[in-house]
Structure formats: structure tokens, C-alpha cells
């Protein structure tokens, strides 16, 4: 049987689980509907604002590690463009793209009056909901963004506010910083209990870009000076599946779906992990910008490979992996060690790994020293053969 990557999201099939974040992908009309045309199963418009600004010239830059592009950072602001000119568009992408799910996405301040205006503009625009933006990480100055995310009741008030705007004409999903550690599950609960009809989360995360050691300058720079960037790519994932899960504990994840963001890729563990960590679907913006909205056709053949491969459904995966977490304090007392397997090739790679002594080499493979191995697994992990398990 050939494999299906239809999702339903609130009662509307998506037609893959791939949808652009709210970011340079989704800036404009043409932009969305150049990624309609490529395949992507929807969009959410890039942040709305009642006053747009000017972006800094220059804002964007990206981290290598061994000539690997492994982070994107940005100190990119929310749309130039009006809610005005923004409701023309979304009005002309509903029809010419009716099987394509559009949310508008909003950052407004602290004024939950800006959060009615703005979501009222957008009543009978027939778009399918809206994105609250309570995450974006460089809003030091405007106090909007991530400075809402981290005020739960603010988070609450303002989603109850937009709900008593829409009503059911608009679902609304609110859109989680990653900063709220250990409390994303509350925040979530709490903008559900106020009305929110799904979660998203997470935005780029706030940082600092890297100082040349030479010209003793911070890379990233508008003129000779540089702020808070939002860190995404690859480097956020394991934040991205930290805030995912957390929120998949507390809230009915079945009824509320849950949108994750952070380092989706074209691999096709970064597509599973959030799958299996309870996500609806995924939303995914770096690698759009670095890549071109082409590579949807790349995300869909790895996820329907992997699909036909193993004989799965997305059903049968999503929150799979979740009963396997819990606190440190529920985690067995269970004394373990290192034993080697004849997969070991003798490379030694993980003698520098072990600070308790327990690796020796050995004439075909190494040896482990029983009574020195303290059981921390950190062999096991580095191993590059998978020679190493935990007994
Ligand atoms: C240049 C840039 C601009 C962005 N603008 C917005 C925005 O306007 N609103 C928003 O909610 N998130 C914005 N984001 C965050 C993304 O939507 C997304 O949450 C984040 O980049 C993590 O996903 P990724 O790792 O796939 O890039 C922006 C990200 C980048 C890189």
C-alpha cells in the first residue's frame, strides 16, 4: 500500500506534515505562493504588526562548525508590510490555494486592545487561524515577543482575548518560547484553558553572535554593532524536543495538537523525533531560507522512505517515544556497565571518552574493566560503531 502524509490539524487535512513558520519564507504573497507551488501544505504569514518597521541592514548570519552551516541566527523584526495589505493577500491565497491551511501570524505589546484590532481585521478573511507570537526572542527594546511568553498569565489573558474576538470562526494557536523551562507545559495548559485551539513552539532562541578573534568584533553587525540574535537550524533541536514534550505531557496533545518548530531538516531524524514526541505536524523555517522552498520535495520522499521502510502510518508513530520520559527522580537505581560487542573495531575511539579508567586497549577489540566502569554510558554514546551497550 502506497504510504499517506495527510494530516488533519482542527479539521483541516493538511496534505503533507511540512508548513512554513512564520519567517523570510512566508514575508509576502508571492513568497507563500511560490512555496504553495512547491508543494508546502500550508503557511503561517510572516508576524503581523500594527506599526511596521524598518529592518536592519545587515540582520541575518549563520554559525559553522567544520564548514557545516549548523545555526542560523537573526535579528530580524516582524512584517514591513500593513495588516491591510496582509488581508488582501491571505484573501487571495485562500482562494487560489483553498487546500492550503494559512494562519496569520501577530506580535502586538503587552496591550491586549492591539491583539483585538488585529485579530478583528482578520474575521472574514476566511483564513484558517491565527499564530500568537509570544516567543520571538529579540524584542529587548518593544517588550513584545518572548517578554509576553514569560508573563503566563499576560500569555492567557491575551489568547482569551483574541478567542472572545473570533470565536469559532478562527482556531487560534498560541506560539511558545523556549525560555519558559520547566514551565512550557503550564503556559500551554493555561493558553488552551483560555481558548487556544493548539500550541506551537518554539521560536528562535536568544543568544549572542560570535566575536571574530581577530578583529575582536562581533560577526553579525549593523554598522559597527551588533543585539540579541534568535538562534534556529540545527543547533535548536534538542530545545525545539525538550519544549515539545513537555507541553505533550500536560496537555491532551490528541485534542490540542501541537506544532513543533526548531531544526526540522531534510533529516529524517529531525522529521521523527518531533513526530514521535507527540507533534501534529511540523512547521519549519531555516532550512527554507538556506535551502529554497524546493527541498518539500526532498522532506516528503525521506518521511514516505522511512514510512514504507518500516511499514509505519504518522499515526502509528506520534507519541510513541513519549512514555519514555519522566523526571530524574523516577529513573531506576539499577547498577550497569559497558560490555563490548564483536562490532568492535578496535578504533579506541572511545578511550578518551572514559574518565573512570575502565578502557584498555586489546589485540582484536578493547577491553573493559569491570570494576572501574561506573555505568555513565558516555563510551556507549561515543562509540561510532554501536559496539558499546549498557549492561
Ligand atoms: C530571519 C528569521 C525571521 C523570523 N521571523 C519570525 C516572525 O516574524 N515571527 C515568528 O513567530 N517567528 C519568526 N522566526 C522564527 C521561526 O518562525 C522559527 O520559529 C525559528 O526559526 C525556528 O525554526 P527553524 O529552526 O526551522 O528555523 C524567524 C526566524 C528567522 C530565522
Redesign the pocket.
Given at each position: 500500500m502506497k504510504s499517506n502524509l495527510k494530516v488533519n490539524f482542527l479539521g483541516t487535512e493538511l496534505i503533507n506534515p511540512f508548513i512554513l513558520?512564520?519567517?523570510?519564507p512566508t514575508k509576502d504573497y508571492e513568497t507563500i505562493r511560490n512555496a504553495f507551488n512547491a508543494g508546502w501544505a500550508g503557511a503561517?504569514t510572516?508576524?503581523i504588526v500594527l506599526s511596521p518597521t524598518r529592518n536592519k541592514k545587515s540582520?541575518?548570519g549563520h554559525i559553522r562548525h567544520q564548514n557545516n552551516i549548523i545555526a542560523?541566527?537573526?535579528y530580524?523584526?516582524?512584517?514591513v508590510y500593513s495588516p491591510y495589505q496582509w488581508k488582501e493577500w491571505v484573501i487571495r491565497l485562500r482562494n487560489e490555494f483553498p487546500d492550503r491551511l494559512i494562519f496569520v501570524?501577530f506580535?502586538a505589546s503587552s496591550n491586549i486592545d492591539e491583539w483585538k484590532f488585529l485579530s478583528e481585521s482578520f474575521l472574514e478573511t476566511n483564513v484558517h487561524g491565527l499564530?500568537l507570537?509570544f516567543?520571538?526572542p529579540h524584542s529587548d527594546h518593544d517588550r513584545k515577543?518572548s517578554a509576553i511568553g514569560l508573563d503566563h498569565n499576560l500569555c492567557a489573558s491575551i489568547t482569551e482575548a483574541v478567542k472572545k474576538t473570533v470565536g469559532k470562526k478562527l482556531k487560534i494557536m498560541s506560539?511558545l518560547p523556549y525560555i519558559l523551562h520547566p514551565n512550557e507545559g503550564t503556559v500551554a495548559k493555561m493558553c488552551i484553558e483560555a481558548g487556544a485551539d493548539a500550541i506551537a513552539g518554539?521560536?528562535?532562541i536568544a543568544g549572542l553572535c560570535e566575536i571574530d578573534p581577530y578583529e575582536l568584533k562581533p560577526k553579525l553587525m549593523t554598522g559597527d554593532k551588533t543585539t540579541t540574535v534568535?538562534l534556529?537550524?540545527?543547533i535548536?533541536?534538542s530545545f525545539?524536543r525538550l519544549v515539545i514534550t513537555q507541553i505533550a505531557k500536560t496537555i491532551d496533545w490528541k485534542r490540542y495538537p501541537i506544532s513543533a518548530?526548531?531544526?526540522?531538516?531534510r533529516d529524517i531524524e529531525s522529521i521523527i523525533d518531533y513526530l514521535s514526541l507527540g507533534a501534529n505536524h511540523m512547521?519549519?523555517?531555516?532550512?527554507?531560507?538556506n535551502h529554497g522552498v524546493e527541498v518539500i520535495d526532498e522532506m516528503k520522499a525521506t518521511l514516505l522512505q522511512y514510512l514504507e521502510k518500516t511499514g509505519r502510518t504518522i499515526d502509528d508513530i506520534r507519541g510513541k517515544a513519549l512514555p519514555h520520559f519522566t523526571e530524574w527522580d523516577k529513573l531506576d537505581s539499577q547498577d550497569r556497565i559497558a560490555t563490548v560487542s564483536d562490532d568492535c573495531t578496535n578504533c579506541q575511539a572511545c578511550i578518551s571518552y572514559c574518565r573512570y579508567n575502565a578502557i584498555m586497549p586489546g589485540a582484536a577489540k578493547i577491553n573493559i574493566v569491570d570494576k572501574n566502569c561506573d555505568g555513565c554510558g558516555s563510551c556507549y554514546s561515543a562509540c561510532p560503531n554501536n559496539a558499546i551497550s549498557l549492561n
Open positions: 513558520a512564520s519567517a523570510p503561517i510572516k508576524s540582520r541575518i542560523t541566527q537573526n530580524e523584526m516582524s512584517s501570524s506580535a499564530e507570537n516567543s520571538c515577543g506560539k518554539i521560536n528562535s534568535g534556529s537550524y540545527h535548536i533541536r525545539g518548530i526548531g531544526g526540522v531538516s512547521q519549519v523555517c531555516s532550512e527554507v531560507m
